[in-house]
């Protein structure tokens, strides 16, 4: 998977454009499918789409001083969809179904403020504030829906017109509260920011389950990328989807971002959801972002505990960093770049997993080329064509860790060998298969210029450069 996009692109509309140029490409190093980012209208254009105003105008209607997203119109978004599909490439769309952003008018109902660090604790008596909660979207006038939005239709905002201030407020009504299955920190992590969504509500649930197939109908979509699940009620995203497959088909994709790197919380949520979604494999982005900022005081052989791909492979999808780890956003925790080689070898070549790669550490951010876009190519490639068959870990050192794919009858030359190293160079005997004894190895990343012959017994001693990864193949 590409996530094909980064936070800092520009406002020039001609992104959609630009993926549609891109497609072929894409095929070429392997990308199996496209993750797009929020392709409908925000409160303002600049906006990454996930400040959500309405999802039915998918840069159609002239709303918030716009046609155009940030990414460009809806026509150009299915233009490149369908080049996409040429190339055999699988679209997911990122679906902001949290909150809402840009009402148009405001309106007056009760409410409590509540402490931001405990959503539970009242700290305010009820009181009637004013806030931005009416939608009626007047640009697109009912085409597609006619769903209008009011206050009752949210958990909680973030702002009082009546006295301008700015507060977590949890909204009060007949059988309103914050969802119960969501995350626990700051007591209850419902509210998170604009107009919270109640997904307990009714109507709030039929609306947004009837955009979901309405939009993956539109689209064409294989699936969604789901935003910010740990905020949202766990029963509404299980039976969300379980609708759009009632139309699209079981084979309907989805990825949720729980973003939290407490392994035991994830293993929680793939069981209340009946592994019916993959998740983000958070718990081994945070190991690659301390391993690249500890440096050789980092214990390798650690990785594989306590992730998602180790634990259940089938829901894991494995990154580096992406739109919100990058430097800058929100939940900052960017790889350092020393390692985002390491890290790549790691998620690109194991047998394990379903690889995402940022377009940032592809293409680049904000306009600048990324470092890591030659070393990308060459793991893309040795994806295709090395990386198959049986695997071998050998993570059994601190400071140098490997593993090895034995390949398989199918691809003549297939079979890896891969070390990562964080101290001093190094080197590690590894098995590759009997049926290679004899054959001359080399390393493909330009680090080692020396080759080695697979032995008898199916073993090398591969080398390794401190700090470094090596990727060993037949010559």
């Known amino acids: 998977m590409m996530q094909f996009f980064e936070w800092k692109l520009p406002n020039d509309g001609k992104f959609w454009v630009k993926l549609k140029e891109e497609a072929q490409h894409l095929h070429d190093i392997g990308v199996t499918s496209i993750w797009i980012p929020p392709a409908y209208k925000a409160d303002e254009q600049q ?109 909680g905002t973030d702002w009082n017109e009546a006295n301008k201030k700015k507060a977590v407020y949890r909204i009060l009504g007949d059988g309103k509260y914050w969802s119960k299955g969501v995350d626990g920190e700051n007591g209850n992590y419902d509210y998170l920011m604009c107009n919270d969504i109640d997904h307990d509500h009714p109507e709030v649930i039929k609306e947004l389950n009837r955009w979901g197939r309405w939009v993956s109908n539109e689209l064409n979509l294989d699936g969604f990328r789901l935003d910010a699940i740990k905020h949202i009620e766990e029963q509404f995203i299980a039976n969300f989807l379980k609708d759009v497959r009632s139309d699209r088909g079981d084979n309907f994709y989805a990825v949720g971002e729980y973003w939290k790197g407490d392994f035991d919380t994830l293993e929680k949520y793939i069981k209340l959801t009946e592994g019916k979604l993959d998740l983000f494999d958070v718990p081994l982005h945070y190991k690659m ?61 194991m047998e394990k997993g379903y690889p995402c790669v940022f377009y940032g550490d592809y293409y680049g951010i904000a306009g600048q080329q990324s470092p890591h876009r030659i070393i990308l190519d060459i793991l893309l490639d040795a994806r295709q064509k090395y990386a198959f068959g049986k695997q071998n870990l050998y993570f059994d050192h601190p400071n140098t860790v490997g593993f090895t794919r034995e390949g398989d009858d199918i691809r003549e030359n297939s079979g890896v060998a891969v070390l990562l190293s964080n101290g001093d160079d190094g080197d590690k005997e590894m098995y590759v298969g009997d049926h290679h004894k004899g054959e001359v190895w080399h390393e493909i990343t330009g680090s080692i210029t020396d080759e080695i012959t697979i032995g008898d017994d199916g073993k090398a001693l591969f080398k390794i450069h401190g700090g470094k990864l090596a990727v060993w193949v037949k010559k």
């Open 47 to 155: 906006d990454e789409g996930y400040a959500t105003y309405d999802l039915f105008d998918l840069g159609e209607f002239n709303q918030k001083n716009t046609v155009r997203t940030k990414y460009g119109t809806k026509q150009e978004l299915i233009d490149a969809i369908t080049e996409l599909y040429k190339y055999q490439i699988s679209v997911y769309l990122d679906a902001v179904m949290n909150h809402k952003a840009g009402g148009e008018y405001t309106e007056k109902f009760m409410a409590k403020e509540v402490d931001p660090n405990d959503r539970l604790k009242d700290v305010s008596d009820a009181y009637q504030i004013e806030a931005w909660t009416g939608y009626n979207f007047p640009g697109r006038n009912n085409q597609y829906s006619d769903f209008k939005w009011h206050w009752y239709h949210f958990s």
């Open 289 to 349: 972002y301390t391993a690249s900022h500890k440096g050789r005081h980092f214990d390798l052989t650690s990785f594989p505990e306590e992730t998602l791909v180790t634990k259940f492979p089938v829901n894991a999808v494995t990154f580096v960093d992406n739109h919100d780890s990058q430097r800058g956003s929100s939940l900052e925790s960017q790889v350092d770049s020393w390692f985002k080689p390491l890290a790549y070898g790691l998620i690109l070549l």
